[in-house]
T-cell receptor, first 112, second 114 residues
Framework: GNSVTQMEGPVTLSEEAFLTINCTYT??????LFWYVQYPGEGLQLLLK?????DKGSNKGFEATYRKETTSFHLEKGSVQVSDSAVYFC???????????FGKGTTLSVSS | DAMVIQNPRYQVTQFGKPVTLSCSQT?????MYWYQQKSSQAPKLLFH???????NEADTPDNFQSRRPNTSFCFLDIRSPGLGDAAMYLC?????????????FGPGTRLLVL
């Protein structure tokens, strides 16, 4: 079945550091890939998405590229801020699927 | 602003006492979903409605039911909550249920079972 694996956290960074959160997936066909962010006590907010190979999703300085050859969708940001502290979820929807399949989430903590 | 609204944000119930969580949307989306997120875990789909067509996930306990009286509203009913049902319940919507559809989430209802 479809699955998502993302790096274990927590990830602790200083403000303005470079961020990478690794995400790989297993799926048949061509899934759509997403990054969602969850701030403490809140629901999930869509951060970015990509729907086909080599697409790059970007938003608020975050980027991720859909790599079919490595089945990856790593999240990057060049300079993190304290306000980026949250839990980040990588997720996919299968080509013929309905449910979002989430990774376990990665907690990011940014200090000033 | 178009949005997904969940009420209440926090719900406390007693062991075995039925509870209903509500979700409404102003996006006019066809599909509404209910996810369960236990502490420090990923959200897991319980069921979804495509218009009035109800679709239950295979491993969703019978204790969980849902109603969608109209396009805008969807309810999650827990008939006899157990301690293991304490979780964040997330409602989401999308325009369609297949293809590269983005799901838009509400803020969630955190359920505490005493």
């Amino acid at each position: 079945g479809n699955s998502v694996t993302q790096m274990e956290g927590p990830v602790t960074l200083s403000e303005e550091a470079f961020l990478t959160i690794n995400c790989t997936y297993t799926a048949t066909g061509y899934p759509s890939l997403f990054w969602y962010v969850q701030y403490p006590g809140e629901g999930l907010q869509l951060l970015l998405k990509a729907t086909k190979a080599d697409d790059k999703g970007s938003n608020k300085g975050f980027e991720a590229t859909y790599r079919k050859e490595t089945t990856s969708f790593h999240l990057e940001k060049g300079s993190v801020q304290v306000s980026d502290s949250a839990v980040y979820f990588c997720a996919l929807i299968g080509q013929a699927g309905t449910a979002l399949i989430f990774g376990k989430g990665t907690t990011l903590s940014v200090s000033s | 602003d178009a949005m997904v609204i969940q009420n209440p944000r926090y719900q406390v119930t007693q062991f075995g006492k039925p509870v209903t969580l509500s979700c409404s949307q102003t996006l006019n989306h066809n599909v509404m979903y209910w996810y369960q997120q236990k502490s420090s875990q990923a959200p897991k789909l319980l069921f979804h409605y495509y218009d009035k067509d109800f679709n239950n996930e295979a491993d969703t306990p019978d204790n969980f039911q849902s109603r969608r009286p109209n396009t805008s509203f969807c309810f999650l009913d827990i008939r006899s909550p157990g301690l293991g049902d304490a979780a964040m319940y997330l409602c989401a919507t999308s325009g369609d249920r297949q293809g590269p559809q983005t799901q838009y989430f509400g803020p969630g209802t955190r359920l505490l079972v005493l």
